[in-house]
């Protein structure tokens, strides 16, 4: 006989009874899952997509942080000395891959992979609207700071040539064509082709890495040369004599332009391969390989840039790349063939970078600005016409910002010290914190668990306190290191 729950049965009084299927109530409304900053967690299989590989996720987050908070890197070590920039540089590492391990145990555990609903769930409506005012403030400044920095590379900073020649037009125009005909397609643009994307990512680094191998070849023709700079290990001690409180704050506030490099968090739902469930060791694999990466790129530039321009690095870098510089370590030609060539490949990869900030399921700049700019003022989903709204009229403020700054160096701090350290340090930690146990959890690994949460935190609030009060009592001086 068959079993079947649909099966008819008979009733003592002949009639037949034929029971009704179980039915499953739907899920709570707190039980909804979405991913990390996209509309709906099975958004790769409504669309036929495959999500994204290890590689591709990996190339993401690498593209993500090898952005423009990179051509800071060389004066802060020109600052810091080659032992205190590295020693300091790896600790920052260190806690972006800590903060992005707390991350991902918590979408494991929960099944949120959206950072904000994540926020909401785990540290209350609250935690959510700080969480997106921090994104909205960190990818809105960054994306000011890529503005300024497209403007030094093609109408040139002060004292210092571009590419294009002054009959181009001045620096506002330059920068208002730049983002009319080329920024406001590629930020408009929806698509969300994993291939392209990965493309576009994969050519960003390579030209990065391109750079990299230039300033290693420049380095090696000044050491020759007898050309190479002085460089310190340390911060002059003899400076800090009788400035102890100041120094701590000037040399504690350049972590926060360090961490800003890191700031990449929005990138992790790269490291989930199933639309469905959250791999966390996978996501812990990506971060760690990507930040390996990152860091030993970030040492490359900053070690011999330092070496080749000294004392007098540019907080933009690139403005040391001059013809008159590279002359006196290259033939005129490859002099110039130099100037035009590291600025075109920067500026290539900065561009490169503008599809992903659009496309909402690569996670990058704009597509966190936007959909936590419109859902913070209208607490409703991101869409229609909306979209390019908000899309345009953040353009529009940024390209007016970058109009009328010249210098990166303060936004990096400001954004470092404020939305980065929420981001990157006292969420992750909060979260890390807060996290409930599970029964298969040991005391010892709870323990660790929370305190590296309060490590987190900790630091967080170091490094936003001294980014702060540097802004606030020291910028514009020169530091005593």
């Known amino acids: 006989m068959s079993s079947s729950p649909f099966e008819a049965a008979a009733s003592p009084g002949g009639r037949v009874v034929i029971p009704a299927p179980a039915v499953t109530p739907p899920p709570f409304p707190s039980e909804v899952r979405e991913p990390?900053?996209?509309?709906?967690?099975?958004?790769?299989r409504s669309q036929s997509m495959q999500p994204p590989s290890s590689w591709e996720a990996g190339t993401h987050m690498v593209k993500s942080i090898l952005g423009v908070a990179l051509l800071a890197l060389p004066r802060v070590f020109s600052m810091l000395g080659i032992g205190a920039g590295s020693i300091c540089l790896a600790a920052v590492a260190l806690l972006a891959y800590a903060s992005l391990h707390a991350l991902a145990k918590a979408s494991a555990r929960t099944g949120v992979m959206n950072m904000s609903v994540l926020a909401r769930e785990e540290l209350g409506v609250t935690g959510q609207a700080v969480l997106d005012m921090a994104l909205i403030f960190n990818c809105f400044g960054m994306l000011v700071v890529y503005l300024v920095v497209i403007g030094d590379m093609l109408v040139g900073s002060p004292g210092e040539p571009g590419i294009l020649t002054q009959d181009c037009g001045s620096r506002r125009v330059v920068l208002a064509v730049v983002a009319v005909v080329l920024l406001a397609p590629l930020v408009s643009s929806t698509s969300t082709q994993s291939r392209s994307l990965a493309g576009a990512s994969a050519l960003g680094v390579a030209a990065i890495l391109l750079w990299a191998a230039v300033s290693l070849i420049?380095?090696?023709?000044?050491?020759?040369?007898?050309?190479?700079?002085?460089?310190?290990?340390?911060p002059k001690g003899h400076a800090l004599i009788g400035h102890g409180f100041k120094s701590a704050v000037e040399l504690t506030s350049l972590l926060s332009i360090m961490l800003v490099a890191y700031t990449c968090h929005w990138t992790l739902q790269h490291s989930m391969q199933s639309a469905s469930s959250v791999r966390e060791r996978q996501a812990q694999g990506v971060s760690a390989g990507a930040i390996a990466a990152s860091t030993a790129t970030f040492l490359l530039i900053s070690i011999c840039s330092y070496g080749v321009f000294g004392n007098a690095t540019s907080a933009d870098v690139i403005n040391n790349y001059s013809v008159e510089t590279l002359?006196?370590?290259?033939?005129?030609?490859?002099?110039?063939?130099?100037?035009?060539?590291?600025?075109?490949?920067?500026?290539?990869?900065?561009?490169?970078?503008?599809?992903?900030?659009?496309?909402?399921?690569?996670?990058?700049?704009?597509?966190?600005?936007?959909?936590?700019?419109?859902?913070?003022?209208?607490?409703?989903p991101l869409q229609g016409p909306g979209l390019y709204l908000v899309t345009y009229v953040t353009l529009g403020a940024a390209w007016l910002a970058a109009a009328h700054l010249s210098d990166i160096w303060s936004v990096l701090i400001?954004?470092?010290s404020t939305a980065g350290v929420l981001i990157s340090l006292i969420l992750p930690g909060l979260l890390s914190v807060g996290m409930e146990e599970t029964?298969?959890?040991t005391r010892g690994s709870k323990i660790r668990r929370q305190g590296g949460g309060l490590v987190l935190i900790l630091f967080g609030?170091?490094?936003?306190?001294a980014g702060i009060l540097h802004l606030a009592m020291y910028a514009g001086k020169t530091p005593h290191f």
């Open 218 to 234: 420049l380095f090696i023709i000044a050491a020759n040369n007898g050309a190479l700079s002085h460089m310190h290990w340390w």
């Open 461 to 465: 609030i170091g490094i936003g306190a």
């Open 327 to 380: 002359s006196k370590l290259l033939i005129p030609e490859l002099a110039q063939a130099g100037f035009f060539g590291i600025r075109l490949g920067v500026l290539i990869a900065l561009l490169l970078s503008f599809p992903l900030h659009a496309s909402g399921r690569e996670g990058m700049r704009m597509a966190p600005l936007r959909t936590s700019l419109w859902q913070l003022v209208f607490r409703q």
């Open 414 to 416: 400001l954004i470092g």
């Open 439 to 441: 029964l298969t959890e």
């Open 36 to 44: 990390l900053l996209t509309p709906r967690i099975s958004s790769y």
